[in-house]
C-alpha cells in the first residue's frame, strides 16, 4: 500500500522566504510526528499531532515554525522568513496508534536556505 | 536529559551476527524501545519494537535484560545492503518532546 509521502522532496530558498512543506500520511494513521534532521544527526522532534489536535509543539525551534492538520489527514509544516540554520531535512512519520509506537517515514524534505 | 546511547560505529563481514547495545538508563516503566533503520536520503525505516525479554521477527532480534536499561539489536548474517545507520528509540514517557534518536550507529558490511 502507499507509504507516507512527501513534498517536495527538494526546496531551495533565499533567506528571508517562507516556505510550506507537506505530508501526506498512511490513510487512517492517527498520529503524526514531524522531525529535523541536521546532517549527520539523528532526527529530532518538531511536534505531534492526534489526529488534528496538536497535542506536542514544545519541539520546534521557533515561532517562525508552524504546523496544522487541519482535518486530521494531511499536515502541512510552515516555515517563516527562513534563516540558514533552517537548512535540514525535515520528515514526516505516521503510526496508527496514538503515541510513537512504529512509525512510518517519509521520504523527507530537503531544505536548503541561501 | 533522557538520552540513549550507542557506538558510533561498527564495520562487519556479510554474513557475520552484528549487535548493536543501545543504553537507556533513564527508561520508564510504560517505555517501549524501538530501532529504526536508515539509508541515506531515504526516511528511517521501523526494524522492531520491544517492552521486554526478546522480540523477534523475520529480520531482527531485540534482547532487553530485566532491568530494561539497555536493549541490543541483533542482525542475523548481515549482508552489503545492510549498511545503514542504526538507531534506537525510547518513548521516554513525559511527553513527545522526549522522542530522541541519538546520532545513531553507522554499520558497515564489507565483503
Known amino acids: 500500500g502507499a507509504g507516507v509521502s512527501q513534498s517536495p522532496r527538494y526546496k531551495v530558498a533565499k533567506r528571508g522566504q517562507d516556505v510550506a512543506l507537506r505530508c501526506d500520511p498512511i490513510s487512517g494513521h492517527v498520529s503524526l510526528f514531524w522531525y529535523q534532521q541536521a546532517l549527520g544527526q539523528g532526527p529530532e522532534f518538531l511536534t505531534y499531532?492526534?489526529?488534528?489536535?496538536?497535542?506536542?509543539k514544545s519541539g520546534l525551534p521557533s515561532d517562525r515554525f508552524f504546523a496544522e492538520r487541519p482535518e486530521g489527514s494531511v499536515s502541512t509544516l510552515k516555515i517563516q522568513r527562513t534563516q540558514q540554520e533552517d537548512s535540514a531535512v525535515y520528515l514526516c512519520a505516521s503510526s496508527l496508534a496514538q503515541g510513537p509506537r512504529e512509525q512510518y517515514f517519509g521520504p523527507g524534505t530537503r531544505l536548503t536556505v541561501t | 536529559l533522557a538520552k540513549t546511547t550507542q557506538p558510533i560505529s561498527m564495520d562487519s563481514y556479510e554474513g557475520q551476527e552484528v549487535n548493536i547495545t543501545c543504553s537507556h538508563n533513564n527508561i520508564a516503566t510504560n517505555d517501549y524501545i524501538t530501532w529504526y533503520q536508515q539509508f541515506p536520503s531515504q526516511g528511517p525505516r521501523f526494524i522492531i519494537q520491544g517492552y521486554k525479554t526478546k522480540v523477534t521477527n523475520e529480520v531482527a532480534s531485540l534482547f532487553i535484560p530485566a532491568d530494561r536499561k539497555s536493549s541490543t539489536l541483533s542482525l542475523p548474517r548481515v549482508s552489503l545492503s545492510d549498511t545503514a545507520v542504526y538507531y534506537c528509540?525510547?518513548?521516554?514517557?513525559?511527553?513527545?518532546?522526549?522522542?530522541?534518536f541519538g546520532a545513531g550507529t553507522r554499520l558497515a558490511v564489507h565483503p
Open positions: 528509540l525510547v518513548d521516554f514517557s513525559g511527553g513527545y518532546n522526549k522522542l530522541i
Open positions: 499531532f492526534q489526529n488534528e489536535a496538536q497535542l506536542d
